[in-house]
């Protein structure tokens, strides 16, 4: 049978919307054309016409290892009518472009499900939305979902007891498999989505993730692109994730030297989320992050080691000439045996760079406990929150770099990303 280009046209656009009623978004094997279509050369001749004239574009095998759905956005015109001529039909995915679904198919069907109208009309499944931070705010401060961060990625699911409820609402028994870190000018944070992973979101909470995008200007950052899409390990690493890995060399060249670690056992397989930049920059997440960074530092330090070493009590003589005595915080016991160990050639600037930033993040996070405050939202907040950071890192590296000077430490290195510093602060 001949067919004509327009006839070849319609059943590569009926496969791809029957496809897209099942959720499945499947591109049609070119090789099935030839069941209608007997001829090989008359057909790659209406397949390169159309692929000329923008109606339709291919998925190559030897470019995406399953070709039956579309991935990643379109080859050029040119290198896919290359492919074309060269490559076996049955290794060939045909895909309508939208303006040819929209003739055939009405698509307002999916306005309830916007990302999944995306799909539908064409789009590659690995584009991905941008996002205010405050979309996540409804999942994070939800006991019902779980939300884990690592570093320039993380994920949202529904928690199991809250699934297995009947009780608890279809709708809301959603997850996100992956979510990453974009940026936009000035590195203010938005959160990135690929399409396929907000398709599979129920009509109510596309709609809400919906009201959240942003408008183009968002990049998606390299380390989310190189483990999400190429499977590559991450060289640099962010400064959250130097400061806990500063912290477990300490912990290791201490336990080297003096048997006993600095700091308790670190709990580090997930960054709590108080601690990364999936917030929005506001006093109370402010706030919050002190506190968890301060939790992290100060709360860390392990008491007993400094036992027979320094002092960990002073006394004082009160007014009726009773002796009083008061336990030393843990921030003053790490300043006085440091003093007491090292001999530091300018202590003034010890106390600046080593102990300040400690004793900085724990004043802040005494502040609010004591006070009542509204709310306030600055974009201010980023550049704070990186500037004490880096001072924190800093401070660490300080004691790690000191303490790896000592005989039974010297075997202790860090990994070259940190060593070199090939950290990303944001």
Known sequence: MIMTTEQILDDITAAYIDSARAD??????????????????????????????????CVFSRH??????????????????????????????????????????????????????????????????????????????????LVQFNDYMGRMSIRDD?????????????????FGLGFRD????????????????????????????????????????QSSILGEFWKNRSIRYAIVKEMDLINRMSQAIWGTALFRELAVADV?????????????????????????????????????????????????????????????????????EVMWEDKDAFREVIIAPLRKVRRERQAPAHTFSTDRFSAEYYATRRSLLWSVFNSLSNIRRTFGKHENATGIRPEVWLDEERIDVF
């Open 64 to 145: 995406d290892q399953n070709m039956h759905i579309k991935r990643y956005p379109d080859l050029p015109t040119g290198k896919q009518l290359a492919l074309l001529d060269s490559d076996s039909l049955d290794q060939v995915a045909i895909y309508p472009v939208a303006d040819e679904i929209e003739k055939r198919v009405d698509v307002s069907n999916w306005n309830d499900r916007p990302f999944t109208r995306a799909l539908v009309l064409g789009e590659a499944q690995l584009a991905f939305r941008a996002f205010d931070m405050a979309a996540l705010e409804r999942y994070r401060n939800d006991p019902r979902y």
């Open 162 to 178: 809250a699934f297995s409820d009947e009780r608890f609402p279809e709708r809301d028994k959603v997850s996100l498999q992956t």
């Open 186 to 225: 000035e590195l203010v944070p938005h959160l990135v989505v690929y399409l396929r992973y907000l398709s599979r979101l129920s009509p109510e909470h596309q709609q809400y993730w919906k009201s959240y995008e942003v408008p183009d200007g968002v990049r998606m950052c390299e380390q989310y692109y």
């Open 24 to 57: 499945s978004f499947n591109g049609l094997i070119a090789a099935t054309l030839l069941n209608i279509e007997s001829d090989e050369a008359r057909l790659r001749s209406h397949l390169s016409q159309l692929i000329s004239e923008g109606r339709i574009s």
């Open 272 to 340: 709590p989320i108080d601690l990364t930049t999936f917030l929005r920059p506001t006093s109370e997440n402010y706030d919050r992050f002190v506190m968890a960074l301060d939790k992290l530092l100060s709360d860390s330090i392990n008491i007993k080691f400094f036992d027979g070493k320094v002092p960990l009590e002073t006394e004082s003589i009160r007014e009726d000439g009773k002796i009083e005595v008061r336990r030393k915080g843990s921030l003053s016991l790490l300043e006085e045996w440091l003093l007491h």
